[in-house]
């Protein structure tokens, strides 16, 4: 039998020859036959150290908690127990075990890896002032070892200093060992793809070719920014035929599936590597977040459970599901969680941020930023993050702040594109298009990535270049993935067909229902009068009877469908293949619950609208949605929903170049929702809806339309509150039905209340919207319809 100094050269032969398990058992062996030894300290710091790399980390947590407890003095045990947190993303458990070691410990030869990993730590709570003192320390102390660079090229990404970033991570290059080299190589192509150098990248991957799983993982990534659609899918196959060996191959591959529509392979890919890694947190995670775009909360529920279990202490799985239970509105189930996770400081902060931004409470999530960035100011990632959510609310003090925030971020460093490309969408919306076109202009010219591709598409058709505004439109569309595009045509049944498709020039009316028999009759009224040729309805599931009234209709045609809305992205994919099919002049795109009117509109008919923008080459009306309501909740009919607030109507950078926001939802409910759309498109012109709210890119009239909304009818009555209730329940809408969900809960405290405001109107006419700068008409209009 092998005496303990034979078995511990034996453990770290292992060691050496990568076999973990090998050595892990070696390792326990010299444990279990050396009680008194004076290294036994070592023999456990690293038999906790082979579990981890073998995949047991909640075992090696065990071995090296009690090694720790047992040893207080060992460095070996509390290094090893730190990066046991480090493994398990415990970094807030982690930092102080760093802390503790780097003075306990000044001259320990282990520094050398210490001081970089207390740096990771650090740089992930946030604290970035004290990761960066850590890793200058280790480039001073060990100028050879590449990880004090490594890092401090981490730090400079958190800060958008790219150019830093990359001085950072080639230092780390030159003097990496070959172990470390990939996924360094990993790193400079993610830093050199937000910079927008696609030369860089792709001399890189032609000189390190595939041989291994970082860097065609990198390369993959990359082509979903800045390739196509196409070619990142052959690189994940290619990742994964190669390595599949590898979680992250299976991940990224998943992950882009889902970024592609394709969530049922996602789900069977990830169910396979579940089984395959079933001790896996992230694995469980990735299952959990394709469940929940799938809308199966339950089941993704029951994913989070599990991945809760299999990482208890995980900082990034916490705020994760903190995140998801902020969409489903679990207030409580979140607190209890973080309470549960023993969540103190910047830990508890961002969970709570996460929980509040997916839950659209805005100002909430504000407030937890503040505290935040607070502790760490010189973060760009919390500044970005501030920027973005303060471009969300649209107010012009938010607005004013986001451009502050982001030009810094800009002028500190000419690479941050990502920083760039939101300032282009908030100055535009400041109104601001001089400045937005300044830094359209600046990004690099081998750049691109889809919000760079708008930016620029936006600045063509801001100077009315077309041929180049379309150049640029197919390239973002041949690139990137548009659901409203790319998804899978549904499977429409044709339940009747009353009317052939409309003349060449004719008007088609297309809507999406679901449980609206109250207001049907209504809007097929109004729309009649407007001059509609047809109707076309695509019925998602109703029981209400809402399918045998429009089927009696004598110039309606229904398609019945039993698809997820969720996952046809939102009625945009069914909305265009119903185009395809029948789009032969133009379209009208409303909800039952909407009434369109124009300048003039109560005289006029939709077909003087639409010679008019085609005598002009116009292809787009665009039109804002009034949320109508009545004085006092309890009246659910359109008749008695006369009053509307005011919008604030901004440019945007998406077609059609306008973004409305306000309303009575804002003032009663606090939600902020996009109050913009393009009810009228020239569907023979090749023009289609990405979203609800947005289109391909073309001309679009001076000529402006409104949408009159009586989204709140069933909210403010009685007897159909339950139909919202159901909407909520099936959380199909944006958001998981986030505004529906938070109505429904603020109701009961406006009962009996008067529900005007100082700045609230009742509606009299298309003149007054015209009037209020809601709508908008032209002298060319005018004079063309008498």
Same mark, same amino acid.
């Given at each position: 039998m092998a005496d303990i100094g034979e078995l511990v050269t034996i453990a770290q032969q292992y060691q050496r020859d990568g076999a973990w398990r090998e050595a892990a058992a070696a390792w326990r062996e010299c444990i279990w036959r050396g009680p008194d030894h004076a290294e036994r300290p070592q023999f456990c710091a690293a038999y906790g150290r082979a579990l981890l790399e073998c995949g047991e980390g909640v075992h090696a947590l065990v071995v090296l908690r009690?090694? $720790?407890?047992?040893?207080?003095?060992? *460095?070996?045990?509390?290094?090893?127990?730190?990066? $046991?947190?480090? %493994?398990?993303?415990?970094h807030d458990r982690a930092a102080p075990l760093w802390d503790d070691l780097l003075a306990r410990f000044p001259a320990h030869r282990d520094r050398r890896w210490w001081l970089p990993a207390a740096a990771h730590s650090r740089v992930e709570l946030g604290d970035l002032?004290?990761?960066?003192?850590?890793?200058?320390?280790?480039?001073?102390?060990?100028?050879?070892?590449?990880?004090?660079?490594?890092?401090?090229?981490?730090?400079?990404? /958190?800060?958008?200093?790219?150019? +830093? !970033? &990359?001085?950072?991570?080639?230092?780390a290059l030159r003097l990496c060992t070959a172990a470390e080299r990939p996924s360094l190589i990993a790193s400079k192509l993610r830093i050199l793809g937000e910079m927008g150098d696609t030369a860089a990248c792709a001399a890189i991957l032609a000189e390190q070719g595939t041989a291994s799983a970082a860097v065609l993982s990198a390369s993959a990534y990359l082509a979903m920014t800045q390739g196509t659609v196409a070619d990142a899918d052959r690189r994940w196959d290619e990742c994964l035929a190669g390595f599949p060996d590898e979680v992250q191959a299976w991940l990224g591959k998943a992950g882009f599936q889902r970024a592609t529509g394709r969530l049922a392979e996602a789900e069977a890919l990830l169910r396979g590597a579940s089984e395959r890694w079933p001790h896996l947190a992230s694995v469980r995670q $990735?299952?959990?977040?394709? @469940?929940? +775009?799938?809308?199966?909360?339950?089941?993704?529920?029951? +994913?989070? =459970?599990?991945? =809760?279990?299999?990482?208890?202490?995980?900082?990034?799985?916490?705020?994760?599901?903190?995140?998801?239970?902020? $969409?489903?509105?679990?207030? *409580?189930?979140?607190?209890?969680? @973080? #309470? +549960?996770?023993?969540?103190?400081?910047?830990? &508890?902060?961002?969970?709570?941020?996460?929980?509040?931004?997916? !839950?659209?409470? &805005?100002? *909430? !999530?504000?407030?937890?930023? !503040?505290?935040? %960035?607070?502790?760490?100011?010189?973060?760009?990632?919390?500044?970005?993050?501030?920027?973005?959510?303060?471009?969300? %609310? =649209?107010?012009?003090?938010d607005l004013e702040q986001a451009a502050s925030l982001l030009r810094a971020m800009c002028d500190a460093s000419?690479?941050?594109?990502?920083?760039?490309?939101?300032?282009?969408? #908030? =100055?535009?919306?400041?109104?601001?298009p001089e400045d937005a076109a300044k830094v359209a202009g600046s990004f690099p010219a081998g750049d691109r990535r889809k919000g760079v591709s708008e930016a620029r598409l936006w600045a063509a058709a801001q100077r009315g270049d077309w041929p180049r505004a379309t150049e640029t439109w197919q390239h973002v569309a041949g690139s990137f993935f548009l659901p409203a595009l790319h998804l899978p045509r549904a499977e429409l049944h044709k339940l009747a067909g009353k009317i052939a498709a409309p003349a060449h020039g004719g008007i088609l009316a297309i809507s999406m229902v679901r449980n609206e028999l109250p207001r049907l009759s209504g809007f097929l009224a109004h729309h009649r009068k407007l001059g509609v040729d047809g109707f076309v309805f695509i019925d998602n599931g109703s029981d209400d009877g809402s399918t045998e009234f429009l089927t009696s209709q004598p110039d309606v045609t229904v398609y019945a469908t039993a698809e997820s809305y969720a996952q046809s992205h939102f009625g945009s994919r069914w909305l265009n293949q119903v185009i395809d099919l029948h789009g032969t002049g133009w379209v009208l795109h409303a909800d039952a619950d909407e009434r369109l009117v124009f300048p003039g509109s109560e005289k006029r008919s939709l077909q003087d609208l639409v010679r008019y923008m085609a005598d002009r080459g116009e292809q787009i009306a665009?039109?804002?949605?009034?949320?109508?309501?009545?004085?006092?909740?309890?009246?659910?009919?359109?008749?008695?929903?006369?009053?509307?607030?005011?919008?604030?109507? %901004?440019?945007?950078?998406?077609?059609?170049?306008?973004? *409305?926001?306000?309303?009575?939802?804002? /003032?009663l409910f606090g939600t902020t929702v996009t109050l913009s759309k393009a009810p009228l498109i020239n569907a023979a012109a090749g023009v289609r809806y990405l979203n609800s709210h947005t289109t391909t890119p073309a001309p679009v009239s001076q000529v402006t339309t409104a949408l009159l909304h009586y989204h709140l009818d069933y909210l403010f009555d009685a007897a159909h509150v339950d139909r919202l209730a159901a909407e909520v329940a099936r959380a199909e809408h944006s958001d998981f039905a986030v505004d529906r969900r938070r109505s429904l809960a603020l109701m009961q405290a406006l009962a009996g209340e008067d529900l005007l405001g100082p700045a609230s109107k009742r509606y009299t006419g298309s003149r007054q919207l015209e009037k209020m700068g809601l709508i908008a008409t032209t002298q060319d209009f005018e004079a063309a319809c008498g």
């Open positions: 009690s090694a $720790a407890k047992l040893y207080p003095d060992s *460095a070996e045990c509390l290094g090893g127990l730190a990066l $046991a947190y480090v %493994r398990a993303a415990a002032g004290l990761a960066e003192a850590a890793c200058r320390e280790a480039i001073t102390a060990f100028p050879e070892a590449a990880g004090g660079y490594a890092m401090l090229s981490v730090v400079a990404e /958190r800060r958008f200093r790219w150019e +830093q !970033a &990359l001085e950072g991570v080639d230092h $990735a299952l959990a977040e394709t @469940l929940a +775009q799938r809308r199966d909360v339950g089941a993704a529920r029951g +994913q989070w =459970q599990e991945a =809760q279990h299999l990482a208890p202490l995980s900082i990034f799985r916490l705020w994760s599901q903190c995140a998801f239970l902020g $969409a489903c509105g679990a207030r *409580a189930e979140a607190e209890a969680l @973080l #309470v +549960q996770a023993g969540a103190a400081g910047s830990v &508890l902060a961002r969970g709570r941020f996460e929980y509040a931004k997916a !839950a659209r409470e &805005l100002d *909430a !999530a504000l407030g937890f930023l !503040a505290d935040l %960035r607070s502790a760490s100011p010189d973060n760009a990632v919390l500044a970005y993050a501030e920027a973005e959510i303060r471009s969300w %609310r =649209q107010d012009e003090g000419a690479a941050a594109v990502r920083a760039g490309e939101l300032l282009v969408r #908030v =100055q535009v919306l400041l109104g601001k665009a039109g804002v949605m009034i949320d109508m309501f009545p004085r006092r909740p309890g009246k659910g009919t359109a008749s008695q929903h006369q009053w509307f607030d005011p919008l604030r109507i %901004r440019p945007s950078v998406t077609c059609p170049f306008i973004e *409305a926001a306000g309303g009575v939802r804002r /003032r």
